[in-house]
């Protein structure tokens, strides 16, 4: 079975990782240009947000 895991970065993107790798960063500050994806915007727009982690699977 594989894990996923999310990590919720503190004032930036929900890195998705596959078991250990990392898949893909998705964009929480609704600010990037390469929705869904994170383009790095939310360090230039102030974006805050706390850090959290969530295992979906494993
Ligand atoms: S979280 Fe990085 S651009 Fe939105």
Redesign the pocket.
Known sequence: MVKVTINAKEN??LIVELDGERLCAL??????EKSPN?????AKSG?KAEASEIKVCD
Do not use: E, Q, V
Request: proline share 7%.
């Open positions: 930036g993107p964009c929480r500050c609704g600010k990037s994170c383009d790095g915007t939310h974006f």
